[in-house]
């Protein structure tokens, strides 16, 4: 059973060696981790590869959440951050892993739940995976030298944990207001206003639709929406839908 | 040549497995340390396993100094630090590896010179080595399971190192290539959303339209959009009604 410290869960995202998703089960149980999400992981599940590296911590690949795509992996999560090498190219907020770290744990503490994101070995997080995330975290490398492979990056981002966990007085912030949208709210938003401006046409020329669809997920993750402001957001888009069939 | 930042060095005392040599070169040199000492290492030097592991910073190995004893790799030392994995009976300070690297940091600065020593990965440290140490570096990990490797240990150090250097910019956000819409941009934006939402009949029942006018005016601004954001939400309005037109 996995222990009741609250905390944020692991995903890994399409891992492919065994090695380094039994690397990653390790670091994270020598923080004291062990919420383990993976996804659609390359050489199937359960990899031998992977039990036999974890060594003592073969409990976190027992009781990981094995999902087959990132938004099933995602959906019970108020925020979701996204490690990567360096940003590519969509706006989102950057943050260093000790910034992501201290904001998950003041959701965390508030009781909403939240995601990190490690990417695949070779080419990292894609584009559309990223644009699930709210928030990028960048480990600030050596501009000349960034060689973070995926168990190393679970280190970090385990250690920073463990490391406020140390200092933490406490200090839970109350946000003033109403209660954040789950990943799956968020989505669902994302598919009803996908479906409906793909019958409008919105997404034109047909070969940029999925860019096109990609920038309009990543605003919706972006901008941290509330339940209310989903709602909002639905009303908007079937309002429009009812003035046209009236029309 | 090594690199003219002010560092510390790290110390790899009589280390085994050139994978591990080679890993914590790469480790180091990915938060921009340089300093590499190496005493009595196993398999003799150079270590062709240790090369191989390094990748692109191989540069480290070549420059290490190598030592045949631990007092000549601290000879000119003015402050030692000795991580171990539990403090073992010696009265000697114990410190993070935090607060290690807040002190190296504060004692180069001073012009002094500071080491930092990761013992072999079997055994680590011996009692005889900590004793050279003026203080040491324990991280803190999970009790209930502690499995640091050599690389590990020494990738934590480093960016430990690599965390404290960097200004806390913490709550920058940065924007991968975006501009930031101006108040008057999103003003337009509003007025697009409220004109036709209006005609649409969204704004009901009438007593009510103010209070939503205002929640929506307040997502806007709340998310913070960029330029390419209020062209997009503009395309969607837009299109929803040329949708309606054609119907």
Redesign the interface.
């Known amino acids: 059973m996995p222990s009741g410290t609250p905390q944020p869960a692991f995903v890994l995202v399409r891992p492919q060696m065994g090695e380094n998703i039994g690397g990653a089960a ?2 994270m ?4 981790l062990d919420r383990m999400r993976v996804v659609a992981p390359r050489d199937g599940w359960p990899n031998e590869r992977a039990v036999a590296l974890a ?3 073969g409990r976190l690949l027992d009781e990981a959440v094995l999902c087959d795509d990132l938004a099933g992996a995602l959906g019970d999560c108020q925020y979701v951050f996204a490690t990567t090498a360096r ?13 992501a770290m ?1 904001m998950a744990r003041e959701m965390i503490a508030r009781g909403e739940k939240v995601a990190v994101m490690f990417g695949p070995e070779r080419a990292g997080l894609e584009n559309e995976d990223i644009a699930r995330a709210n928030a990028i975290v960048s ?4 501009p000349e ?4 492979n995926l168990a ?1 990056c679970v ?2 981002m385990s ?1 920073e944990w ?2 406020q966990s ?1 200092e933490a007085e406490d200090e839970v912030v109350e946000l003033a207001g109403s209660e954040w949208a789950s990943a799956i709210e968020v989505e669902k938003l994302a598919e009803h ?1 996908e479906g ?2 793909d ?4 997404f034109f020329p047909p070969e940029k639709a999925e860019g ?1 669809k990609i ?2 997920r990543n ?1 919706w993750s ?3 929406l509330t339940r ?2 989903v709602q ?1 957001l639905h ?3 079937r ?7 009236r ?1």
């Open positions: 390790r670091a149980w020598n923080f004291g060594s003592g911590a940003p590519r190219g969509l706006t989102k907020p950057v943050v260093t892993p000790e910034r201290a480990v600030p490398v050596n030298f960034a060689s973070l190393q280190l970090l250690y463990g490391r140390i206003y409906r401006l019958e409008a046409g919105f096109m920038v309009l605003l972006r901008m941290r209310s402001d909002m009303g908007i888009m309002q429009m839908v009812r003035w046209k069939d029309g």
